[in-house]
Nanobody, 121 residues
Framework: VQLQACGGGGLVQAGGSLTLSCAASVSIFSIDVMGWYRQAPGKQREMVATIRITGTVDYVNYVDSVKGRFTISKESAKNTVYLQMNSLEPEDTAVYYC????????????WGQGTQVTVSS
């Protein structure tokens, strides 16, 4: 599985918005969970948002700090997952990584290349 981050990062002022996108090389329905993680300088990588893809209902999960501001969604026809980020704060500054998890006995993790998001105050 290859994940291609299709841009969307960059520099934005606090309060602004950005949308990240990530395209998978396989059908999104062959992936159990897709999500976005981020890593700020000097900090550990943390989960930002995940979407569990079941084919019927999608289950989403967010880290508390982004609830109400970020939205994860998918576009099945394009095998793409998006992260809409609104009301950005300087604390959101980090490198954002797309992730895909597939359960094949054990969880297999696949990562896209990182995308820099910088929020200025």
């Amino acid at each position: 599985v290859q994940l291609q981050a299709c841009g969307g990062g960059g520099l934005v002022q606090a309060g602004g918005s950005l949308t990240l996108s990530c395209a998978a090389s396989v059908s999104i329905f062959s992936i159990d969970v897709m999500g976005w993680y981020r890593q700020a300088p000097g900090k550990q990588r943390e989960m930002v948002a995940t979407i569990r893809i079941t084919g019927t209902v999608d289950y989403v999960n967010y880290v508390d700090s982004v609830k109400g501001r970020f939205t994860i969604s998918k576009e099945s026809a394009k095998n793409t997952v998006y992260l809409q980020m609104n009301s950005l704060e300087p604390e959101d500054t980090a490198v954002y990584y797309c992730n895909a998890r597939i359960l094949r006995g054990l969880w297999e993790d696949y990562w896209g290349q990182g995308t820099q998001v910088t929020v200025s105050s």
